[in-house]
T-cell receptor, first 115, second 113 residues
């Protein structure tokens, strides 16, 4: 398995522009998570899906952020309009919700810079 | 709300020495405690996890101990090697869910050759 695949690896955009981050989870994993990592706030859970259904989006900062999971193999995180304070590394992770733990498998992340 | 504290924030050890990272959690219902290692430019990677029905778990040079009464758990790395240098994160489940965890702030470990 190629692991969790995220694209793009780096994104630089101007304030006010729309940004779309993409994620392909590990085949067979039925939970998907979007995290944001900054020096100040560490790893923050933004939203997570189980069987393609959003379960908890309480971490989504504001209405400018939205996430979708149209099928088991693809998810997007969209920021519209983007602001400089959204600059961070965004990680997607997936897991198998089998009650046995096993943790998350993280992707390599998307480094977003909003100028 | 739920919280996970982690100490120290930075740790420097000589190659071959042991390293210990300690975490405390606030949610008494937490029952799953994973540890992740993050190397520069990469996503966190699970290195070991423990559930609340055991007090200790080992995997080669890595061990984790759990004290549910005191609500703290620790990561022990023995015979450290330069490739152990990374940021380590502890995490605790929110309640009894294996799905959702809260992460500690991380410990930057440097192993000096």
């Amino acid at each position: 398995d190629a692991g969790v695949i995220q694209s793009p690896r780096h994104e630089v955009t101007e304030m006010g522009q729309e940004v779309t981050l993409r994620c392909k989870p590990i085949s067979g994993h039925n939970s998907l998570f979007w995290y944001r990592q900054t020096m100040m706030r560490g790893l923050e859970l933004l939203i997570y899906f189980n069987n393609n259904v959003p379960i908890d989006d309480s971490g989504m900062p504001e209405d400018r952020f939205s996430a979708k999971m149209p099928n088991a193999s693809f998810s997007t995180l969209k920021i519209q309009p983007s602001e400089p304070r959204d600059s961070a590394v965004y990680f997607c992770a997936s897991s198998s919700r089998d009650g046995l733990g096993g943790g998350y498998t993280f992707g390599s992340g998307t480094r977003l810079t909003v100028v | 709300g739920e919280n996970v504290e982690q100490h120290p924030s930075t740790l420097s050890v000589q190659e071959g020495d042991s390293a210990v990272i300690k975490c405390t959690y606030s949610d008494s219902a937490s029952n799953y405690f994973p540890w992740y290692k993050q190397e520069l430019g990469k996503g966190p990677q699970l290195i070991i996890d423990i559930r609340s029905n055991v007090g200790e778990k080992k995997d080669q040079r890595i061990a984790v101990t759990l004290n549910k009464t005191a609500k703290h758990f620790s990561l022990h790395i023995t015979e450290t090697q330069p490739e152990d240098s990374a940021v380590y994160f502890c995490a605790a489940s929110i309640g009894t869910s294996y799905d959702k965890v809260i992460f500690g702030p991380g410990t930057s470990l440097s192993v000096i050759p």
